[in-house]
């Protein structure tokens, strides 16, 4: 199942070299292995143009949770193509399907989020979350208020905004980023961040602290929002270590910061709930959803909001004329009706109880890989989990980050036809599908394991 790394000239291959400029690519790499081309897809699997099959461990980018072949999410859109292929929702314009999903997403929100705002991506829910912190603290008098707090290791996207708030120099680097209002504090990466013999209450409280000596340090009426993912999922899949998210909202309300919880992966049952804010406790304000909204079938994310924040944000915007944000695309007709169609499969098929009841296996199946000596950690939670790779067993001494080990063990899992994700921190990522089944999970960790003597050897060499 090795790609060949030979390509004729016009084919498909050269022709992308050629013409495409890759987003989080390497070019130099890209030049030398040339694309991987994935050509069609069936469940949770996909195959290239070599006829190679994978299992899709990671659903593409953490988002196509229904699989690569729901025929009624292809139907769904093409009705609505055929019926009115766009309109947008500037000026009070809209149209029926953005109208029901609005509906739909309010239903099933966390209790309190009661409007719904519609972008096209991740990064633009959150770049419009911070807006709308921005309009509501000024319609309460706060206007000073700007700053937002994210933490080191979280991932909120690539625009301007988004990417100050994430928290990895690789979004950063090049571009003079983070701009100022993005403050980070601490990551609950206990693993890899406790200090020797440090318990995980000790650790939670200390990282606590960390956080309140940021707010006194800015000034708490400079700080209007925090945002968090629920498992921290690009920084290296980090769940959060118990009573994080209680302490952590104690702080926030006691300095009347807002809580952003990007759900961009968490959201529609990825951590065996319907929101990763149900699994882990948060109450957010503000509720940034993308990827599995829509199964990744066509684009669209969601910005749910607080009564109390949309009170705020549309007293601003009427005393400023007009609420001055939006998106050609906000609402589009066609992804709304994809992604409302999308709501109705998980309720008809049960999809959150599905994660539910396959979880149990995933999870064993994630802990039992740190049988192999390279592995130090193993988490898991729901249908998305991770390992860490460390440089002597049973240590957290970590590799050298020159020797990209979780990039060439990802290539050496991809080898046995499983496709995931390596992730800084040298670990690598898990995120099936939510329609994966125990067979299937089966057959995805015997294909890593096959690989994991491999990796264990690749170590011992490095070491
Ligand atoms: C938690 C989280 N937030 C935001 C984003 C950005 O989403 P997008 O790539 O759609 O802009 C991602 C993307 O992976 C994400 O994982």
């Not at 509906?103 to 633009?124: D, T």
Request: aromatic share 8%.
């Amino acid at each position: 199942m090795n790609k060949t790394t030979n390509w004729t000239p016009n084919s498909a291959e050269s022709r992308d070299l050629a013409y495409h400029l890759h987003p989080y690519t390497n070019p130099e790499q890209l030049a030398d292995s040339g694309p991987h081309i994935i050509e069609s897809g069936q469940g949770v699997y996909v195959r290239d143009n070599e006829n190679n099959e994978f299992i899709e461990g990671v659903s593409g980018l953490w988002c196509t949770s229904l699989g690569f072949s729901e025929e009624s999410l292809i139907s769904a859109a093409i009705e609505q193509m055929r019926k009115l292929p766009y309109y947008h929702s500037f000026g009070g314009k809209t149209s029926n399907p953005s109208i029901d999903l609005a509906e739909q997403l309010v239903e099933v929100a966390p209790e309190g989020l009661e409007k719904v705002f519609f972008c096209n991506s991740g990064s633009e829910a959150n770049d419009t979350a911070v807006k709308m912190v921005w309009y509501y603290q000024a319609s309460v008098g706060r206007p000073e208020k700007r700053k937002i707090i994210s933490r080191k290791k979280g991932y909120h996207g690539v625009t301007v905004a988004a990417a100050s708030l994430t928290g990895l120099s690789y979004a950063q680097d090049g571009f003079a980023l983070p701009l100022d209002f993005a403050k980070h504090t601490s990551s609950p990466h206990y693993f890899a961040d406790s200090l020797e013999k440090e318990t995980e209450k000790e650790f939670v409280s200390r990282i606590i602290s960390e956080l309140e000596e940021l707010i006194e340090e800015e000034g708490a009426n400079t700080i209007g929002a925090m945002i968090a993912e629920p498992v921290m999922g690009a920084g290296g899949v980090i769940i959060p270590p118990e009573g994080y998210f209680e302490a952590l909202q104690k702080v926030l309300k006691k300095h009347s910061i807002l809580l952003i919880a990007d759900e961009v992966i968490c959201g529609f049952g990825r951590t065996g709930n319907m929101w990763g804010s149900e699994t882990f406790g948060l109450k957010p304000d503000i509720l940034t959803c993308a990827k599995a909204l829509s199964s990744a079938y066509l684009p669209i994310s969601a910005v749910m909001v607080s009564s109390e924040v949309v009170r705020g944000v549309e007293e601003q915007a009427t005393k400023l004329g007009i609420f001055g944000h939006g998106y050609t695309y906000s609402a589009h007709p066609v992804s709304a009706a994809v992604a409302l169609r999308t709501l109705e499969l998980m309720k008809e098929r049960n999809i959150v109880d599905n994660v539910k009841k396959v979880s149990q296996k995933f999870c064993d199946r994630v802990h039992k890989l740190s049988k192999y000596k390279c592995i130090g950690d193993t988490r898991a939670v729901g249908l998305i989990g991770a390992i860490e790779f460390v440089a002597i067993p049973d240590s957290r001494v970590k590799l050298d980050p020159n020797l990209k080990f979780a990039a060439k063990v990802q290539k050496l899992i991809q080898s046995e036809g499983v496709i995931l994700r390596a992730l800084p921190g040298d670990s690598i990522g898990f995120c099936p599908p939510l329609i994966i089944n125990e067979i299937e999970i089966d057959k995805l960790f015997d294909r890593v394991e096959k690989a994991m003597p491999r990796a264990d050897e690749l170590a011992n060499r490095v070491a």
